[in-house]
């Protein structure tokens, strides 16, 4: 068996200590002068542009996010919700059924920032060989990654970032610490017991730059 190309960014799995995920996130801030598109799935980090939301808006003081992208080398979490449009702002074009952050639009999102939350992420197959990939097992369990963001998909609102294959490496400033690959039966060849051959496999992952956790100075 195999898996599906379905890119869904990163979901939730679990708690370092092998409890379920409670679906506990905290609220944010998206600013109108963030030129950058926000997906469900979407890894984020926060704003240094922006900083928070105003005095006057309706929550003030909070923090603000924006998309993470190859590259960086913080990370703040995992948006896993959007508060609807017409609840906190109230233009005649504001849509109920919106499901991602446009950009350059004012939006409160939920982001899971606890960097004990353990993830599920598609890899993007770009070097999923015998030596380094979904094949790979033993060379790549323990690494550090990065993200491959093609941008989401603009009708269900779902993230289109994957873990790159590309980049495993033990780079401490990498931003996905890979813990294991996913124990489920499609994500396994039957025969050989290795993680799926021509297809994107799916591994369990940490955040490894949080910046609430990993850095000492301020932003």
């Known amino acids: ?7 869904f960014g990163l979901r939730p799995y679990r708690t370092s200590d092998a409890n379920d995920f ?17 997906f469900l799935g979407d890894l984020c980090k ?3 542009t922006n900083r928070s939301s105003i005095q ?6 909070l923090a603000a996010v924006t998309v993470a992208v190859a590259g960086n080398t913080n990370c703040r979490g995992v948006v896993v919700g959007i508060v609807p449009e017409p609840e906190f702002n ?4 504001a849509s109920l ?3 991602y952050v446009v950009a350059s639009t004012e939006r409160y999102v939920w982001v899971v920032d606890d960097a004990a939350i353990l993830y599920e992420i598609e890899d993007d197959y770009a070097t999923d060989t015998a030596s380094n990939g979904a094949l790979g097992t033993a060379s790549i369990i323990g690494k550090n990654a990065d993200i491959n963001n093609t941008g989401g998909n603009t009708f269900t609102g779902i993230s ?19 813990y294991r690959c996913i124990q489920r039966d499609n994500n396994f060849n039957t025969t050989t017991l290795t993680t799926s051959a021509g297809a994107q496999a799916h591994w369990e992952v940490k955040l490894n730059t949080s910046d609430l956790w990993s850095t000492a100075t301020g932003l």
């Not at 006057?56 to 003081?61: L, Q, S």
Request: proline share 7%.
């Open 22 to 38: 409670n679906g506990q996130a905290q609220l944010y801030y998206h600013s109108a002068s963030d030129a950058n598109n926000l």
């Open 90 to 93: 109230q233009i005649p074009t």
């Open 160 to 178: 289109g970032m994957r873990l790159a294959t590309a980049t495993v490496a033990t780079t401490a400033t990498l931003p996905l610490r890979i």
């Open 56 to 61: 006057g808006a309706r929550f003030p003081g």
């Open 97 to 99: 059924g919106r499901r």
């Open 46 to 48: 926060f704003d240094v």
């Open 1 to 7: 068996m195999a898996n599906p190309a379905r890119t």
